[in-house]
């Protein structure tokens, strides 16, 4: 052991033989809470992020290929295409949108209906392992194919003529008025034949018409005098509609026609709210309100029965109230596009690679109708925002040990102030100034090392406790269920880099100071 380290040591000690003078120990101690809220600021920060990812691309995939139209109708020939991209590993197409679920009396509305191929959507998403009750079997029926495109439009009257030319539309108007005057006419010749003769008004008062049906024969049980009901004709609605089975058919009564539905995935949240469980029957109807026009034609909203085949919890309750799966096939049928999808998702090998990945696609289709984006673009004020606040949260708790150092330079400066006689004397016995710098750096140095430590240890405790017995959430606020906490060892190790060298740039001044002291100006303090 060297000369400075063992002046460091010694100083470091207290002078009644404790291990550490109280000055050391509460400078070791303000290092070792720096480092431990530090570093465990930057797990829970990273948990989040972490688990937001989790759960956005569980849901998720990695790339999408969407389209600047709402008519994909070629989604094949691009997922040959895509598919041979090295790192590519699933493909799969998907429609989504909006609908509105009844299940009874409750209903749920803005959920997102999303439509996937049963075959491929364990290549692309996570959504099997998210399953905690039923399966994904009987989520396309038997024998199911894409919907035929439908093109409709409106049949006008023959009377109106059709509205391709002004002459036609013209000839139409003409036509209709004279079919009118013809029956005005024809009324005006009837009730003529029944005025009487020598009246000037070509309609006779009534009291001296002849009755026109005078010579029927009422029955025998006809009712005679007045037919007004007692108290006139008032009545009271019911207050709730009432419209009997047979002219409103509930489609969810029968259990045998409810086990030949097409499947539906939905989240725990969701089935909840409606209080629907497995084997139950849902409503998913279009957002369409009434008759619009679409391409053309008039279009009624639809509306699709499904059977709960499988619950899903997902653990953001964003999607878990939010968000179903159903088979490609039937959210097609909600629109007339007929074998058209809303874009086409992937997974790679390597989520930090989705970015090269999306840009490779991008450049193989070469064509400015297509959107190709990865998941980080997807969600790119989500993931801003969290790592925003992991440097923001980690700057702010970084000024904690920026506190410690300063209390490692306090701790010297009175180190030095009370050790100047001792320093005098050593300077006079012939030791040098670079051994007395390096034996108070030293003494900076063994603080930052030892409370670094202490604070790793003590940061590394709390996060497993937080893994152990966890912090609940409200996942209506934070949309997960509990502080989620990530431990990777190259954040501690860049948070116990940073708290040594702070501390060592905090020994520079207190020891440059005290290898500059003089013997004689110490002396002559002393005296």
């Known amino acids: 052991m060297g000369f400075p380290l063992e002046l460091a040591l010694r100083y470091l000690r207290s002078k009644k033989r404790a291990f550490v003078s109280v000055g050391t120990m509460f400078a070791v101690l303000g290092v070792m809470l720096g480092v431990a809220a530090l570093a465990t600021v930057i797990s829970v920060t990273g948990g989040f992020r972490a688990q937001f990812r989790e759960k956005v691309l569980g849901v998720n995939a990695h790339v999408l290929v969407l389209k600047y139209s709402s008519d994909f109708r070629e989604y094949r020939t691009i997922m040959d295409q895509v598919k041979t991209v090295p790192g590519v590993i699933g493909v799969a197409p998907f429609v989504i949108s909006p609908m509105m679920v009844t299940h009874g009396e409750r209903t749920a509305t803005g959920v997102l209906v999303k439509g996937v191929d049963p075959n491929r959507v364990s290549q692309v998403l996570d959504l099997p392992r998210h399953i905690v009750e039923g399966s994904l079997e009987g989520l396309r029926v038997a024998g199911a194919k894409p919907p035929e495109r439908r093109r409709r439009t409106r049949a006008l009257p023959e009377s109106s003529g059709t509205p391709s030319t002004a002459s036609e539309g013209s000839q139409g108007k003409r036509s209709v008025l004279e079919e009118l005057e013809k029956i005005v006419e024809e009324d005006k010749a009837r009730v003529a034949k029944r005025a009487p003769a020598g009246s000037e008004s070509e309609v006779a008062p009534a009291a001296q018409t002849e009755p026109e049906f005078a010579d029927l024969e009422l029955p025998k049980d006809a009712p005679v005098g007045s037919v007004v009901p007692e108290g ?27 086990s030949k539905l097409p499947g539906i995935v939905i989240g725990r949240t969701l089935a909840k709210n409606l209080n629907v469980s497995l084997g139950g029957c849902v409503q998913v109807t279009s957002p369409t309100i009434g008759y619009s026009y679409s391409r053309g034609a008039i279009r009624a909203p639809v509306a699709k029965q499904f059977r709960v085949i499988a619950v899903f919890d997902a653990g953001f309750d964003q999607y878990d109230a939010k968000l179903v799966y159903t088979d490609l096939y039937e959210a097609q049928a909600f629109y007339d596009a007929g074998d058209s999808v809303t874009g086409i998702e992937m997974k790679v090998a390597d989520i930090d690679d989705a970015k090269r990945i999306a840009s490779e696609i991008e450049e193989r289709l070469k064509s400015g109708i297509y959107n190709v984006m990865d998941w980080e673009e997807l969600n790119r004020g989500l993931f801003t925002a969290l790592q925003i606040q992991q440097i923001l949260m ?17 701790t010297l400066i009175m180190m030095v102030l009370d050790k100047k006689r001792d320093i005098a004397v050593l300077k006079a016995m012939g030791a040098t100034d670079g051994a007395l710098l390096r034996s108070f750096v030293y003494q900076g140095t063994l603080i930052g090392v030892v409370g670094t430590v202490l604070g790793l240890g003590l940061g590394l405790l709390i996060c497993k406790g937080l893994l152990v017995y966890g912090v609940p959430l409200d996942p209506k606020v934070y949309f997960i269920s509990r502080v989620p906490v990530l431990v990777r060892w190259s954040d501690f190790a860049l948070v116990g880099v940073f708290a040594i060298v702070v501390c060592l740039l905090a020994t520079v001044w207190p020891a440059r100071h005290a290898a500059r002291l003089r013997p004689a100006e110490a002396f002559r303090e002393q005296n």
């Open 232 to 258: 006139g004709y008032q009545s009271v609605l019911p207050d709730d509609d009432f419209l009997p089975a047979e002219l409103d058919p509930d489609p969810c009564a029968d259990e045998k026609a409810v």
């Open 394 to 410: 980690s700057l702010v708790l970084a000024l904690i040990i920026v506190v410690a150092a300063f209390t490692v330079i306090a």
